[in-house]
């Protein structure tokens, strides 16, 4: 059996089981579905020998709960902030609905506002850092306040 006819065959195999292990252990239906798939990628990684089915299943196993301790230790080294903690951390009371328009802009709008007027970077500096080009940044930065501009308008806040 070729390796490719392998790793098929253990995803049917055994994709559920370490489902249900890694869902016990995540408790998170995302998180879980990573760590099937990166268990499943470091077995074509490491194309491990086995001795029987057995000690493929408790290779698998074992290396399904790794991947979930580690994904438990980064969720505890970098714990998510709610959306509404983030508004009460950046900003002031007053400035949290211009915060929330430039949350709902597309990334390449709001990156370059944010890294422009919160950050401080100039258009060449942002050009760098992006790896755009200075009109591209203009561009970027005209459309993300226009689109800023008419979210208020359509509130009725001008």
Aim: charged share 35%; glycine share 4%; hydrophobic share 35%.
């Amino acid at each position: 059996m070729n390796n490719e006819e392998d790793i098929r065959e253990a995803v049917i195999k055994y994709s559920d089981m370490l489902y249900k292990i890694c869902l016990v252990i995540l408790c998170n239906e995302q998180d879980v579905q990573d760590a099937i798939q990166d268990t499943f990628c470091r077995y074509l990684e490491k194309k491990p020998v086995f001795h029987d089915e057995e000690h493929k299943k408790a290779w698998l196993i074992k290396v399904a709960t790794n991947i979930c301790r580690d994904t438990i230790r980064f969720r505890v080294r970098h714990q998510k902030v709610p959306i509404d903690e983030v508004e009460n951390i950046l900003v002031a009371p007053e400035q949290r609905q211009t915060l929330k328009e430039l949350l709902e802009l597309p990334v390449k709008h709001k990156t370059v506002i944010y890294l422009h007027y919160v950050e401080g970077y100039s258009i060449k500096e942002i050009s760098d850092i992006l790896g755009i080009t200075e009109s591209a940044v203009k561009s970027r930065l005209l459309r993300g306040r226009k689109q800023m501009r008419d979210t208020v308008k359509l509130e009725g806040g001008i």
